[in-house]
């Protein structure tokens, strides 16, 4: 089911650097009449007020607190398109002193936040006519690597939820769209270490306008998610896209 951001409203969590910045930027670039930049400093988000004006309007959400989804949902009703991009990292081995506590907070943020975003604009985007929800997931929640296994962990439950919305919020005319990222130049990556092979945030953003306009679930962006996106497509096509086996 394909959907035409064209005239569309959009909320964007994170909006206001790296991956967030550059989706909202792909959504204005193609024709959204406003995008909602949801943050938890509405200053940061200036920069953009400035080059767009009126077409983006800094709204506050905390993912880790519910209430702030749940003012904003009632404050931006005229929302058609979500992006649910915020998430948190900390490097963790799972044997790491700090390694369950990293994950509790990694959940609380990566996948609790995700459910509390659906729970709450869910709706909205029925009210307003089906829309699209869009979940930043990552090439690790298919794929884990050691020192970021809590992180792994917490990306590949969102990946599930994820899953699940797809079939839930199809029901209502909803489309749901799964990105997985590789390294992408942003500050998490750099702190990260994987700043010298991250490519462009920009090619999140064009590319989730691309997977909405062709009614795609998965979207892998970038070179290196790309080739782990090759090796999966059978798996993605023939069982996680197929129709739920009848019980």
């Excluded at 009210?127 to 990552?138: I, P, Y």
Aim: net charge negative; aromatic share 6%; hydrophobic share 50%.
């Amino acid at each position: 089911m394909s959907f035409d951001i064209n005239g569309k409203v959009a909320l964007v969590t994170g909006a206001n650097r790296g991956i967030g910045k550059a989706i909202a930027e792909s959504l204005l670039k193609h024709g959204a009449a406003k995008v909602y930049a949801a943050v938890r400093n509405l200053d940061s988000v200036q920069p953009l007020v400035e080059t767009y004006g009126d077409r983006v309007v800094p709204i506050y959400i905390n993912l880790a607190q519910p209430e702030t989804i749940v003012q904003a949902a009632q404050t931006a009703t005229d929302v058609a398109i979500v992006v649910n991009n915020a998430g948190v990292l900390r490097q963790a081995d799972p044997l790491a002193e700090d390694a369950i506590a990293a994950l509790q907070f990694e959940v609380d943020v990566n996948v609790f936040g995700l459910m509390r975003m659906a729970q709450a604009f869910a709706p909205v985007l029925k009210a307003n006519g089906g829309g699209a929800f869009v979940q930043l997931n990552s090439v690790v929640s298919l794929k884990s690597f050691a020192n970021f296994a809590t992180y792994g962990a917490s990306k590949a439950a969102a990946y599930s939820m994820t899953q699940s919305l797809r079939e839930v919020l199809g029901a209502q005319g909803t489309v749901v769209v799964s990105v997985h990222p590789g390294p992408i130049a942003t500050d998490m990556a750099h702190d990260a270490g994987m700043g010298q092979i991250a490519e462009p945030p920009s090619l999140v953003g064009e590319g989730i306008v691309t997977a909405l306009r062709d009614g795609k679930f998965h979207l892998f962006p970038d070179s290196v998610a790309q080739q782990l996106g090759g090796a999966y497509a059978s798996f993605a096509a023939n069982v996680v896209e197929a129709d739920p086996v009848a019980a």
